[in-house]
């Protein structure tokens, strides 16, 4: 499909992975899963399927200086710069109409530039199947990722089970409603039901199809559709800053997708996690006999279930269970991984203190 476009929102903070990740560096800038950055790695699994000349990129300024450094392959106006950091729908409206000035009739495919796909070739047909769906059936398209446990950490889509249409071989489901993160109980019920699955923050829209949406969903937004093709057009990122200075910091999820009327959900089996913690590295990185997963040199004596991402110094440990242990130069967590979520309070008592040398 030569219509078919990527954008990478590359703009996160990636706060759950302090203190290897931080302000000048989060975790899509850094070699988390293998010897490469987790931006390589997505925009790796794109390219036998979208050129570089069609993949975009969206992130602050700085971050975006590193994508240069990075991937310095991809033309420099792909590489879209967001004038701040208001969540992730003024930075897809701003990528969309980028785009659409390229291509009247583009397939946008909006992916998070920081999710692990184990299966990129499974992947990329997926791809191209809801790719096709959107064509075809004017719906904005997702990705649910059938859950494994009752997890309480991911928004859930609900769907029809009885598939609309069939698709380059792949069944597409109505989605009837997205479901916020659940209680533990809701969570449940949702896996006993069935047709509960894992919302990925992954999407695709053709242009036209987004801005009619869009403008039944959130006219406020949408009626700043027109001053940024404008500005875009113009070159004149003054006039982008004083827009997106009114836009409301929200979310493609929140301003979009859950009060689109037309929207279709195909089943993401391919082998994806969003890597949202340091305890989901467990299930990554390879382990020993005893379930420890290590990089860095380090001893572990009767211990069972830990992580240790120890680069700079010998680490042992003894007798530990199920701990996450991260050193760098300037600063050590030591967590239960089951309360690895809480590295935000760390992140959140550390910026109330002004030490942002740690942040």
């Known amino acids: 499909m030569d219509d078919l476009y990527a954008v990478i929102m590359a703009g996160g903070q990636g706060t759950r992975f302090w203190p290897f990740s931080r302000q000048a560096k989060p975790k899509q800038f850094l070699p988390v899963i293998s010897e490469k950055t987790m931006l390589e790695e997505t925009i790796e699994r794109l390219l036998p399927l979208i050129p570089a000349s069609r993949i ?68 990329r047909h997926k791809l191209t199947a809801a ?31 009885s598939a609309q249409q069939h698709i380059e071989g792949e069944p597409f489901y109505p989605v009837e409603m997205f479901k916020e993160k659940p209680d533990l109980a809701t969570a449940i019920n949702f896996l006993q039901a069935g047709n509960y699955f894992w919302n990925s923050g992954m999407f695709l829209w053709q242009v036209d199809v987004f801005t009619h949406e869009l403008a039944q969903a959130a006219p406020e937004m949408y ?3 027109p001053q940024i093709i404008s500005a875009l057009e113009n070159n004149d990122a003054r006039r982008i800053a004083e827009i997106f200075e ?20 195909t089943t993401g089996d391919f082998g994806w996690s969003d890597v949202g913690s340091w305890s989901s590295l467990l299930a990554v990185w390879p382990p020993d006999a005893q379930g420890n997963s290590v990089r860095g040199e380090s001893l572990l004596l009767e211990s069972t279930g830990c992580l240790v991402l120890s680069p700079h110094k010998f680490t042992a440990l003894i007798g530990a269970k199920d701990l996450v242990v991260i050193d760098t130069p300037d600063a050590l967590l030591i967590c239960r991984k089951d309360l690895d979520q809480k ?3 760390v992140v959140k008592y550390l910026h109330d203190r002004g030490q942002k040398e740690l942040l």
Not at 107 to 123: E, G, K, T, V, W
Not at 137 to 160: C, D, E, H, W
């Open 56 to 123: 975009f990129t969206i992130a602050n300024r700085d971050q975006t200086a590193q994508i240069k450094e990075i991937c310095p392959f991809l033309p420099e106006e792909n590489r879209l710069i967001e004038p701040q950091g208001k969540n992730t729908a003024p930075s897809l409206l701003l990528a969309t109409a980028a785009i659409y000035l390229r291509s009247s009739q583009a397939i946008i495919a909006a992916l998070p530039a920081d999710h692990l796909i184990s299966d990129p070739h499974r992947f």
């Open 131 to 161: 790719a096709w769906a959107a064509r075809q059936t004017n719906s904005l398209v997702t990705f649910g990722i059938p859950p494994s446990f009752p997890a309480t950490g991911y928004g859930y889509i609900q769907f029809k089970q």
């Open 223 to 225: 009626a700043s559709w």
């Open 246 to 265: 009114k836009l409301p910091a929200i979310s493609i999820d929140y301003a979009l997708m859950e009060k689109a009327r037309q929207v279709l959900m």
């Open 343 to 345: 590295v935000r309070d």
